[in-house]
């Protein structure tokens, strides 16, 4: 059976006919093409920017305090939970965890408070008592200690690590001695080694020691305040932690929930970046939506001879959508090949920031999504902008362009 070529040829038609109708206007078009270009560049610079920050944040989180935290254990109906407060029986609960093919780690951690004394200043500090070897596979602790040794600490019972802000304050180095008090307690520590999370308010608080020596200090021989999970995906946590807290009986919070206020922050920075960004793009299209207008004023007589010449309403809306649709290709592959230049340039500027995470440099996420959201919004925008003039023009007759009384 043969086929047709006449859609075929007539839509070969219809796009020789646009592209013409595009040079008429070509500085105008070009006007346009620069907006798009720009508008979607902007898009994916701001996207790959703001979601760079926040997978660095939860990178951060995750390799500080863990995808879970089981803590308290609850008692009662699910109406009227009645709660315990830490873990009574953490050997028991650790090896419960492990019996969930999701848990890739589960380390116990003592906390409590403590004042630290040093030649130079007293502070109020928090202690994480660990067992370093369970805690280093819940956590990025190997990675995070900047200075002295992790061996160190490994090998001394009465060693403590130190947060490298907590540390510059007080003047203390590796293998400076210092106190740790508690309720009339005074025990002295060597420093090991500093660490640094990037977290500020981790970095000047916290003091990670031995779990022995945390029991001795807390007075805590049993017990822990809570066991740190990682998760071999951190971001099914949510729906793990439903299943162990009625599993287990004890409250579990992933990740997602307790940093929601700052996943949400970068959420609204996404939101209103790509909106700010894609102002861009519509004043383009109002732009695009003007030129088209004026180019169905000033081609009636070209449409008169297309209509005459047997060419549909549908096929004089495919020469305008044809402008829009050119138009948007090629601001596309320009504004995506400028956003990935964008993108690679900025992730090698220099950008010092010390807050609720540490970096010297830009932070990018490379993702296509950014890409196609960004193509699929200009897409919108510029497509309806066509629509409007090109179904003007459809309904243009030839009589009445002849006769001069079209509208």
């Given at each position: 059976?043969?086929?047709?070529?006449?859609?075929?040829?007539?839509?070969?038609?219809?796009?020789?006919?646009?592209?013409?109708?595009?040079?008429?206007?070509?500085?105008?078009?070009?006007?346009?093409?620069?907006?798009?270009?720009?508008?979607?560049?902007?898009?994916?610079?701001?996207?790959?920017?703001?979601?760079?920050?926040?997978?660095?944040?939860?990178?951060?989180?995750?390799?500080?305090?863990?995808?879970?935290?089981?803590?308290?254990?609850?008692?009662?109906?699910?109406?009227?939970?009645?709660?315990?407060?830490?873990?009574?029986?953490?050997?028991?609960?650790?090896?419960?965890?492990?019996?969930?093919?999701?848990?890739?780690?589960?380390?116990?951690?003592?906390?409590?408070?403590?004042?630290?004394?040093?030649?130079?200043?007293?502070?109020?500090?928090?202690?994480?008592?660990?067992?370093?070897?369970?805690?280093?596979?819940?956590s990025s602790l190997g990675s995070q200690v900047i200075a002295g040794s992790l061996d160190d600490f490994r090998r001394q019972p009465n060693s403590v690590l130190l947060g490298s802000e907590l540390a510059r304050r007080s003047n203390i180095r590796p293998?400076?001695?210092?106190?740790?008090?508690?309720?009339?307690?005074?025990?002295?520590?060597?420093?090991?080694?500093?660490?640094?999370?990037?977290?500020?308010?981790?970095?000047?608080?916290?003091?990670?020691?031995?779990?022995?020596e945390s029991r001795a200090l807390l007075e805590r021989p049993f017990g822990c305040s809570y066991i740190q999970v990682n998760l071999e995906e951190p971001d099914r946590a949510p729906a793990v932690a439903a299943r162990m807290e009625e599993a287990l009986?004890?409250?579990?919070?992933?990740?997602?929930?307790?940093?929601?206020?700052?996943?949400?922050?970068?959420?609204?920075?996404?939101?209103?970046?790509?909106?700010?960004?894609?102002?861009?793009?519509?004043?383009?299209?109002?732009?695009?939506?003007?030129?088209?207008?004026?180019?169905?004023?000033?081609?009636?007589?070209?449409?008169?001879?297309?209509?005459?010449?047997?060419?549909?309403?549908?096929?004089?809306?495919?020469?305008?959508?044809?402008?829009?649709?050119?138009?948007?290709?090629?601001?596309?592959?320009?504004?995506?090949?400028?956003?990935?230049?964008?993108?690679?340039?900025?992730?090698?500027?220099?950008?010092?920031?010390?807050?609720?995470?540490?970096?010297?440099?830009?932070?990018?996420?490379?993702?296509?999504?950014?890409?196609?959201?960004?193509?699929?919004?200009?897409?919108?925008?510029?497509?309806?902008?066509?629509?409007?003039?090109?179904?003007?023009?459809?309904?243009?007759?030839?009589?009445?362009?002849?006769?001069?009384?079209?509208?």
């Open positions: 059976m043969s086929v047709n070529p006449f859609p075929i040829a007539r839509m070969s038609t219809t796009l020789r006919i646009a592209t013409r109708f595009l040079l008429a206007k070509r500085r105008a078009m070009l006007m346009t093409l620069a907006g798009i270009t720009f508008g979607i560049a902007f898009f994916v610079l701001t996207q790959a920017q703001t979601s760079g920050f926040e997978q660095f944040f939860i990178r951060t989180i995750l390799g500080t305090d863990g995808a879970l935290r089981v803590a308290d254990r609850f008692q009662g109906a699910s109406t009227a939970k009645k709660y315990v407060e830490g873990v009574q029986y953490p050997g028991e609960l650790k090896a419960a965890l492990h019996g969930y093919a999701e848990v890739t780690g589960a380390a116990e951690v003592l906390k409590g408070s403590a004042t630290l004394d040093s030649n130079f200043r007293r502070q109020e500090v928090q202690l994480f008592g660990v067992d370093l070897a369970e805690f280093l596979a819940v293998g400076d001695s210092v106190s740790l008090l508690r309720d009339g307690k005074n025990r002295r520590f060597l420093v090991a080694g500093l660490y640094e999370t990037g977290i500020g308010d981790i970095d000047r608080v916290r003091v990670i020691i031995h779990l022995s009986g004890h409250a579990v919070a992933p990740w997602q929930r307790r940093e929601k206020v700052w996943l949400d922050v970068f959420g609204a920075l996404r939101v209103s970046s790509a909106v700010t960004v894609m102002t861009i793009v519509l004043v383009s299209a109002l732009g695009m939506y003007n030129t088209l207008a004026m180019l169905v004023m000033e081609k009636t007589k070209e449409i008169a001879i297309l209509r005459s010449m047997g060419y549909t309403r549908a096929d004089i809306t495919a020469v305008f959508l044809w402008l829009g649709a050119v138009v948007l290709a090629l601001g596309s592959l320009c504004g995506c090949l400028a956003g990935a230049a964008l993108t690679l340039g900025v992730e090698r500027l220099p950008l010092r920031i010390r807050g609720i995470f540490s970096t010297d440099h830009f932070m990018v996420n490379w993702d296509y999504r950014h890409y196609l959201a960004a193509v699929a919004s200009a897409a919108v925008v510029v497509m309806l902008a066509a629509l409007f003039p090109a179904r003007r023009a459809a309904q243009l007759e030839p009589g009445d362009i002849i006769r001069g009384t079209s509208s």
